[in-house]
């Protein structure tokens, strides 16, 4: 048995690009929205969630039809453009939920003693809800792992450029090599498993310190 | 000097509140629990917007046409809750508000906090945390400080003691201080003048009184009231005990 373990590089590569990128558009995205009283919010609210109940055919599909005539098209470039959509609400919404549930009056104090809302955002709110940050990037990275239908729609399947993962378990199935596929699969459930029951870990003992 | 003249709506009433304020006075909010003071604190502190005209030391805080941003205004504010940064020590809680050392130094003597410097929030007792929100309140050396009912989460023996603490800190730096409070032994304690506000707008003692009563009748129907020389009794009949006994204005 051969196998190849670039897929698994280059999934781990598109997720943490991804998580680095979402997390510096998504925090004041999720700042902004915690705050905001704006008639717009069930608005922005809802184009930040729907990547959670459209199909990844439809998102992968519209995203294809943008990115036709663009240079980021079936290429790693167009990966994190649409992993980038496809994990946004697990970015946002941890982390608003967070700065949500947050004293209101702490963050007030801080912009009594001067401080601006950028400012607040960095040395008061953040500081305050590292369980949900933490939630934040490490739900995002595992999503990443583990995209499938976007990711074939504007990549497809190029070895070392587009081909994660995900795709290399489905080829496989396809090509009937159901032991590689074994592997690929218990490979990917460990992964998941653990990093999930870290975080779930972490949170548990957190919540028992208190 | 401090002048207000400002009109918000609220859910049940308007605030509608004319206030001069002197240099260096202690004002006492007093009025029952949703009549308009932590609003007319807030908004004083630019943290909600309204009506009408604030000017502090010929500075326009709010206006027709122009609202100062909190930032902006100089103000220290202590909240019931005291609303401490809960991710830094004690000392830092001071030095975030303003980057004075020597300043941080001298307030957390005062107040007998030197020893507890280096502690997080979570580990400070409630006079403590109080303490703390008010030597970080001074930090930037206001001229308005705005307390919300700071002392009511705390017992009677600790509160005496930071009732005084709080004249000192407001004749050492030259404060102009507006309290809100429930407790009475505080408004005469501390005061140099108390407000009356019911309802939104400033009252008079009497009137305030009258307010008082005409609540509580209003709720206690088919109670007796006895009224004597200055005070007025409620009886429960069935229980034959006082519900409440308010003592009227002399």
Redesign the interface.
């Known amino acids: 048995m051969n196998l190849d373990f670039e897929p698994f590089l280059l999934s781990f590569e598109l997720a943490s690009v991804t998580t680095i990128l979402l997390f510096f558009f998504a925090l004041p995205l999720a700042w902004y929205l915690s705050q905001t009283t704006s008639k717009f919010k069930p608005f922005l609210e809802t184009i930040t969630a729907l990547p959670i109940v459209l199909p990844p055919s439809v998102l992968g599909f519209y995203l294809l039809w943008a990115l036709s005539d663009t240079p980021f098209i079936f290429n790693f470039e167009s990966l994190v453009i649409a992993s980038c959509f496809y994990s946004l609400p697990f970015m946002v919404q941890p982390l608003q939920s967070g700065f949500a549930s947050l004293n209101k009056n702490m963050i007030e104090a801080s912009y009594i003693v001067g401080k601006s809302s950028l400012q607040t955002l960095f040395f008061v709110a953040l500081p305050n809800i590292k369980p949900a940050l933490l939630n934040a990037i490490v739900i995002t990275f595992a999503h990443t792992v583990g995209e499938f239908g976007v990711v074939l729609m504007v990549g497809g399947s190029i070895p070392g450029e587009t081909k994660v993962a995900s795709v290399a378990i489905y080829e496989f199935v396809e090509n009937l090599e159901y032991d590689n596929a074994h592997i690929y699969s218990m490979v990917m459930l460990l992964l998941s498993f653990s990093v999930l029951f870290s975080v779930y870990y972490f949170n548990h003992k957190q919540k028992s310190l208190k | 000097m401090i002048f207000v003249d400002i009109q918000k709506e609220l859910e049940q009433f308007t605030l509608d509140v004319k206030l001069h304020i002197q240099e260096n006075e202690f004002i006492v909010l007093s009025g029952t629990s949703g009549s308009g003071k932590t609003t007319l604190l807030r908004v004083l502190?630019g943290?909600e917007d309204t009506k009408g005209f604030i000017e502090v030391d010929g500075e326009t805080w709010n206006s027709k046409t122009k609202k100062l941003p909190?930032?902006?205004r100089s103000?220290?504010?202590v909240?019931q809750?005291y609303?401490?940064?809960?991710?830094m020590s004690v000392e830092r809680n001071l030095l975030?508000?303003?980057n004075d050392k020597n300043l941080a130094k001298e307030l957390l003597e005062l107040t007998e906090l030197t020893s507890l410097k280096h502690l997080f929030p979570s580990q400070l007792s409630g006079g403590q945390k109080q303490r703390v929100a008010l030597c970080?309140?001074l930090?930037?050396k206001p001229k308005v400080l705005l307390l919300d009912e700071p002392l009511s989460a705390l017992d009677a023996k600790i509160r005496l003691k930071l009732q005084e603490e709080l004249l000192v800190l407001h004749k050492r730096f030259h404060l102009t201080t507006i309290m809100v409070t429930h407790d009475k032994n505080e408004l005469e304690k501390v005061a140099s003048r108390v407000v009356y506000i019911e309802r939104g707008k400033v009252v008079s003692k009497k009137e305030q009184q009258e307010q008082r009563v005409l609540q509580f009748v209003k709720k206690q129907k088919n109670k007796l009231v006895f009224e004597s020389q200055n005070e007025i009794f409620y009886f429960d009949l069935e229980k034959e005990n006082i519900l409440e006994q308010i003592v009227l204005y002399k």
């Open positions: 502190a943290l909190t930032q902006k103000i220290g504010f909240t809750d609303a401490l940064f809960e991710n975030f508000a303003q970080r309140a930090m930037k």
